[in-house]
């Protein structure tokens, strides 16, 4: 079972935030990730569609043979909340993790959260928090123009795009005081530069995907499932549009030394599944 790879997935390439980390982590481990590049992005999508899509995604991680699924996607994490009660293998979303790391992290008990219009509507991070710890103000703003400028490469601290669009949707949350950040979107560290330099030194930005690796690294150790072995482990991609979209996206997320094998999955093949 130890040798079994961990099965991580997002909506698109997001999540190889969480990769990253878990590599970082766990070097030892052999990873399967699913990127749903064909149906991206989840978080303007209905919360049925989303719990559709997030079975059918898991299913195929599954069919893998994981031993651990990681929905490294703060949208299916908020909504597909049933997917952690379903599964035969442990399960995690990035919201406990990322929740309970900014609640040890803020000194002036206000924390603000970004994340797709999905995530912000199900108040899940919000209800996590207050739930460890209800004397804490929490502030909340939906960012769906984030996903496309990271998925088309607009990233740089210095772009006056991304400049001006966390400008826009952050105004407010420093007028307010945060002293902590959640990015509750797995895209949303690609931009932290950007994000850092707005609201200044003084507030901590919380990964999701940082955190839920720490996570899941804390799942496996308590189950006894964690591979022992002395050798690098091997982290095979696979997404529902082209390899060669990936390829030129993924560096951006995993870092340009990580060396991958990538495969493309037919999406209906996905829809099947769940049918029969
Ligand atoms: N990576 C997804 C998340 O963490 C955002 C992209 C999407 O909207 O599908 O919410």
Do not use: W
Not at 56 to 62: E, N, S
């Amino acid at each position: 079972m130890s040798e079994q790879a961990i099965g991580v997935f997002d909506s698109g390439l997001g999540g190889l935030t969480a990769v990253k980390e878990l590599i970082k982590v766990l070097p030892q481990e052999n990873i399967i990730y699913f990127g749903d590049t064909a149906r991206v992005p989840y978080g303007t999508r209905s919360d049925k569609t989303i719990k559709v899509y997030a079975r059918q995604d898991a299913d195929f991680l599954l069919s893998k043979g994981v031993k651990l699924i990681i929905a490294a996607c703060g949208t299916v994490s908020s909504v597909a909340t049933e997917l952690y009660e379903d599964l035969p293998v442990p399960f995690t979303g990035v919201v406990i993790p990322t929740a309970t790391a900014a609640v040890r992290a803020t000194k002036n008990g206000r924390i603000g959260i970004i994340g797709t219009p999905a995530t912000v509507k199900s108040s899940s991070y919000k209800k996590e928090i207050l739930r460890q710890d209800d004397r804490i103000t929490v502030y909340q703003q939906a960012c769906p123009l984030f996903v496309p400028l990271v998925e088309n490469g607009f990233i740089s601290a210095d772009d006056p795009i991304v400049q001006l669009t966390v400008e826009r949707y952050l105004s407010e949350m420093k007028a307010a005081g945060i002293d902590t950040l959640i990015l509750g979107c797995t895209h949303f560290p690609i931009i932290a530069e950007a994000i850092s330099n707005y609201l200044g030194k003084g507030v901590t930005l919380i990964d999701s995907g940082k955190e839920t690796a720490l996570y899941a690294a804390n799942i496996l150790g308590n189950k006894g499932l964690l591979n022992n072995s002395n050798t690098l482990g091997n982290c095979k991609y696979y997404v529902s549009d082209t390899v060669e979209g990936f390829r030129k996206t993924a560096d951006v997320f995993l870092g340009k030394s990580v060396e991958y094998e990538a495969a493309h999955i037919n999406v209906e093949h996905l829809i099947k599944k769940t049918q029969s």
